[in-house]
């Protein structure tokens, strides 16, 4: 599970992630945010894990990536949630699918809404993660668009039910690195589940 960071458009297996990333939306991104960081890393998965990414991206076409949310109030502790399927002490950031025809941009402002009930037009894209899960001779590429901002209410309200989110806290940097250290030491079926999410948050604590 190595991490580092790359430059557009110098990308390791490029044609992979061609599949997911529309060229001239990366670019027009890349100059609306030039701050933003590009990350690559590869993660070793089981074939379990292989199977139900390669159905959600491939066999179903439900999405072709995410949007994450690196949230904090003024205090400056970072918004992370749990699900009422997650195991026991369980949480991690905000994220949500971008659809196959979706603009990211459009995909951010809506998984918001429908993730805390918030609407907000100053979120800013820090960071884009190409992550590629690697099962055997095969692998998926993966992408995470990363955005930051501030949020001052307490009052959080999920729009989609059918997320089953159970509960919002906000977490200081102890409490995120902790955080971080139980997503990548679950086992048994949430095991890569956990490695794989841990990867944003591990970009987040490098800042």
Do not use: C
Request: charged letters at 25%; hydrophobic letters at 40%.
């Amino acid at each position: 599970m190595h991490l580092r960071p790359i430059k557009w458009p110098d990308v390791p297996s490029a044609h992979e992630f061609s599949v997911f990333v529309v060229q001239t939306e990366m670019q027009e991104l890349l100059t609306r945010f030039p701050d933003a960081e590009l990350w690559y890393a590869e993660l070793e998965i089981g074939h379990s894990f292989y199977d139900y990414f390669a159905d959600k991206l491939y066999h179903r076409g439900s999405r072709r990536g995410e949007i994450a949310f690196a949230i904090r109030n003024p205090q400056n502790k970072i918004l992370v949630h749990t699900k009422e399927f997650y195991p026991q002490n369980v949480f991690r950031i905000p994220t949500g699918g971008i659809h196959l025809d979706e603009p990211v941009q459009e995909a951010m402002h809506r998984e918001l809404y429908e993730e805390t009930g918030v609407k907000n037009d100053h979120m800013i894209l820090a960071h884009i993660l190409l992550l590629r899960m690697i099962y055997d001779d095969k692998s998926i590429p993966f992408v995470s668009y990363v955005y930051a901002g501030q949020l001052d209410q307490n009052e959080l309200v999920p729009q989609d039910p059918s997320e089953q989110i159970e509960e919002f806290k906000w977490v200081d940097e102890n409490e995120f690195t902790h955080l971080i250290q139980t997503l990548e030491q679950l086992e048994f079926e949430w095991a890569d589940w956990g490695k794989m999410r841990a990867m944003v948050h591990r970009i987040l604590q490098r800042k």
